[in-house]
């Protein structure tokens, strides 16, 4: 099993607030990476850090910014809240090194927000 | 078009059926493919690396055709606990190193 785990796991809050969710992982892995996803649909990637102080904007656009100030740890934070940010976001992690044979993301649990 | 194309299903098969997924890729700089195996509201999992030679993993076959660029997943002896959204995964060099796409993902739902 991976050890990479998020916080909150559920999460439902009023327009305009500010919310950060937290993923950290313990395997000290150098690449994180941010996913939203809706319900049946596919995942699509807006943030990732191949490591301290890196951090990248993905495919899909997001309103969100992310912070990496340590290796197991990847923030995302939300400054104002919107019913549209209404999704599940998926935190991942994977080992840089090995090259693209063995570079296989594991994810953790969730977070399901929902923005009233 | 996408890089990473997945028939979206969904697949209803009997349990004990022999089911199939095929997934086609459209960058030639692609490097490395996986499956991995995402259940009802759940983080994805990695199921298996595909290699060139092909490889199994029990009940599981997973095989590369890099002359048509397809990947595909073969599941003998379909079991209700198989019923997943199964996504093709794959690596693709870039100048940095290489990035990882996922596909939209197959749904299988096996039925007693």
């Known amino acids: 099993e991976a050890d990479i785990y998020q916080t909150p796991r559920y999460l439902v809050i009023g327009t305009g607030k500010k919310i950060t969710l937290e993923c950290s992982q313990t395997?000290?892995?150098?690449?994180m990476y941010w996913y939203q996803q809706d319900p049946g649909m596919e995942l699509h990637l807006i943030h990732y850090?191949?490591?301290?102080?890196?951090?990248e904007k993905g495919d899909l656009s997001s309103e969100s910014t992310v912070s990496r100030i340590r290796t197991e740890h990847f923030p995302l934070t939300l400054e104002s809240a919107r019913p549209s940010h209404t999704s599940q976001y998926l935190c991942?992690?994977?080992?840089?090194?090995?090259?693209?044979?063995?570079?296989?993301?594991?994810f953790g649990p969730g977070t399901r927000l929902t923005v009233l | 078009r996408k890089e990473v194309e997945q028939d979206p299903g969904p697949f209803n098969v009997p349990e004990g059926a022999t089911v199939a997924f095929n997934c086609t890729y459209s960058?030639?700089?692609?490097?490395?493919f996986f499956w991995y195996r995402q259940d009802c509201r759940k983080e994805p999992k990695l199921l298996m690396s595909?290699?060139?030679s092909g490889n199994e993993d029990g009940r599981f076959t997973a095989q590369l055709n890099r002359a048509s660029q397809y990947i595909s997943l073969l599941i003998r002896d379909s079991k209700l606990s198989d019923s997943a959204t199964y996504l093709c995964?794959?690596?693709?060099?870039?100048?940095?190193?290489?990035?990882?796409?996922f596909g939209a993902g197959t749904r299988l739902f096996v039925k007693a």
């Open positions: 395997m000290g892995h150098d690449k």
């Open positions: 595909v290699y060139s």
């Open positions: 991942a992690s994977s080992e840089s090194g090995g090259g693209p044979s063995t570079d296989t993301q594991y």
């Open positions: 960058n030639s700089a692609s490097q490395s």
């Open positions: 850090s191949y490591g301290v102080n890196s951090t």
């Open positions: 995964v794959v690596n693709i060099g870039i100048l940095e190193g290489f990035k990882t796409i």
